[in-house]
């Protein structure tokens, strides 16, 4: 039925999640946090942990079958062309978008590499996977 295995989608929007929970709780914490102009409070104010985390899930799971999708109309099944994939829609699709929207927002180059890196972290992650696990 799916041009993918749904197990390896599952399992990269998985191992993504856990990757931006790193990149963001641990390594870029302060930085996201001060770039964004807000303090832990204010952020607190918004959805809850959980529900945030079920919104990055699917929005992963998503991200996970398109990729997958494309690798397989574009028979780019392999680690590589995941990572061929991932890399070429990250430029073509979010630091396309991102970029002029963080510039006219006025944020600074890291708050866009901290918020943009982590989608193309992401995302390399969902093409080896999906590459690796056909």
């Known amino acids: 039925m799916f ?5 390896a989608v599952v399992v990269s929007a998985l191992l993504s999640y856990g990757a931006s929970s ?3 709780l641990v390594l ?6 001060k770039g964004l102009g807000r303090t832990v409070e204010q952020l607190a104010a918004g ?10 899930i699917v929005g992963n799971v998503v991200m996970a079958a398109t990729l997958g999708w494309l690798m397989a109309k574009l028979n780019m099944q392999s680690v590589t062309g995941g990572l061929v994939l991932a ?10 978008v991102l970029g002029p929207m963080y510039a006219f927002q006025a944020f600074s180059i890291r708050f866009f590499l901290i918020t943009a890196g982590s989608v193309l972290v992401s995302l390399l992650i969902m093409g080896v996977t999906l590459g690796a696990w056909k």
Request: no cysteine.
């Open 28 to 33: 870029f914490r302060e930085a996201y946090t």
């Open 87 to 96: 890399a070429t829609t990250w430029v073509g699709f979010v630091a396309a």
């Open 22 to 24: 790193v990149w963001f």
């Open 3 to 7: 041009p993918f295995n749904i197990w």
């Open 47 to 56: 959805p809850s942990m959980g529900v945030a985390s079920l919104i990055q």
